[in-house]
């Protein structure tokens, strides 16, 4: 899918290599209200249309810092408003644990004005997401737990992780965080509840500490 830029692109060099390509800040507005009124209104299958929105987003680059996770966020938003299972597949880990060639996509499509490879890249890593996701569901995994104890939030969040923590057997808080999208304190509060409630139980200290599912439930 070939690109059409109307706008100038601003380009930042160091030691004589680009190492990344933005909008020019005058044009970052209109071109982020193009986009979204785009996705809005197009009939481009989603899983396409979301992988757009999202390297238009890193290609705009409109924030100093974190605009792929802005982007990714997007993918997600996109997906899940077609089908709510994309809430909580773990797209983000996928892409987390293949970096670099998330990053090489990117600066291939960059490169070529083109946004092929950065959607192939895309639509791998969601296969690869739906292919990991475990055959039972948060109902399986925890089986005869006090869920009603839980508030609508705790539930979402142990419903995110659940997947996770079938398919690996445990979860950091770290990874947690990628899968939710929540902060550390956050993490923290709701791993805390769930130990409380026998719902989990906890392994090591600090950056070691892991969770499981608690085998006497």
Partial sequence: MKITRLHSVKLQILFDKLIHAGA??????????????????????????????????????????????????????????????????????????????????????????????????????????LEELPARRITDIFTDINTDKLSKAEAEFLEQIAGYVDKNGEITNYRAQLLTNKSDISVKKYFAKFVELGLLEVEGKNKGRKYRINKKQ
Wanted: proline share 4%.
């Fill in 24 to 129: 020019n800040y005058k044009f970052v507005p209109q071109l982020v209200t193009d986009l979204l009124s785009w996705a809005k209104k197009t009939d481009v299958h989603p899983l396409i249309k979301s992988s757009i929105v999202h390297f238009e987003i890193e290609f705009i680059h409109p924030f100093i810092d974190g605009n792929g996770r802005i982007g990714r966020l997007w993918q997600t938003l996109v997906l899940s408003k077609w089908n709510e299972l994309f809430a909580w597949l773990p797209v983000e880990t996928v892409v987390y644990e293949n970096q670099q060639g998330y990053y090489d996509a990117l600066a291939i499509s960059q490169k070529s004005g083109d946004s092929v490879s950065f959607i192939e890249f895309m639509l791998h890593a969601i296969l690869q997401a």
